[in-house]
């Protein structure tokens, strides 16, 4: 259901069983899916192409003009997957020559005033809590917890199955499968996050070993990398937290300290 008091414009391919609500704003060059719902006031831009069954609140503004000088007008997307729910205010721009296009997969839960910034990859499962600010061409792994009022520089990466604490000032990347401390510190594995999604007691305590190693050793990342091929045994989880930070361009979190909390 269209409201006629919405304005969607007749390029605009929007799939079955969508409802558009009052005072809507739908542009030419955009693709929403079946079963979506645009609340009232939602601002839809050029570039938008929109999975199935998402939910998009009122206010939000999907495709928008990136905030990057060195943006002259190119023709970019932003890419939403299937049934994330978007809420009040948030924020999505779409890509710059850069990248092309910005990314949000499925299944995420994007609370309000959320912003996320030109050609940045969201993975899918990811609950990102209120006022969190993305800068430019930040990637964020599945299944990422991300607090409110968190704010994260340009170009840095957040590993999958993170729980970021609210109020963090992100500059560093931050590996899989671990917590942050709003100081910019490692404060422990992500293990309720972890056993929740299906992984036994034996595999968190494989990666519990691991990051303490890393994070708890007094060894340089990567020679605690060396380490942890030689202590712990292969698995695809203990090479993905290798390769992550042997692939990092901007250096990673800072170590555990006592100050932070009890790492158990």
């Known amino acids: 259901m269209i409201s006629k008091l919405a304005y969607v414009h007749p390029d605009a391919k929007i799939g079955q069983n969508v409802t558009v609500e009052p005072f809507a704003y739908i542009a030419g060059d955009v693709t929403i899916g079946d079963d979506c719902w645009i609340g009232p006031g939602a601002v839809i831009h050029d570039g938008a192409r929109i999975g199935k069954g998402c939910k998009i609140h009122t206010a939000a503004s999907i495709s928008c003009t990136p905030q990057d000088l060195k943006f002259v007008g190119e023709k970019t997307y932003a890419e939403i997957g299937d049934y994330n729910e978007i809420r009040e205010c948030v924020t999505i721009s779409r ?87 709003n100081t910019g510190r490692f404060a422990g594995i992500n293990k309720v996050g972890l056993s929740r999604r299906g992984f036994t007691p034996e595999k968190i305590a494989e990666i519990h070993h691991a990051a303490r190693i890393l994070f708890q050793s007094d060894l340089n990342y990567l020679t605690g990398c060396d380490e942890v091929e030689k202590q712990v045994p292969q698995s695809p989880e203990r090479d993905r937290m290798v390769q992550f930070i042997r692939e990092s361009k901007r250096g990673i979190i800072k170590p555990y300290e006592a100050s932070c909390g009890k790492e158990e």
């Open 95 to 181: 890509g710059t020559a850069s990248r092309g296009k910005t990314v949000v997969g499925s299944h995420n839960l994007i609370m309000a005033y959320v912003h996320i910034a030109h050609d940045d990859v969201i993975g899918s499962h990811c609950v990102i809590a209120n006022r969190v600010s993305f800068a430019g061409e930040v990637e964020v792994g599945d299944w990422a917890v991300i607090g409110g009022h968190v704010a994260v520089h340009q170009w840095t990466r957040i590993g999958e199955h993170t729980m970021i604490q609210g109020g963090s000032l992100i500059g560093k990347d931050v590996p899989p499968f671990i917590t942050l401390h």
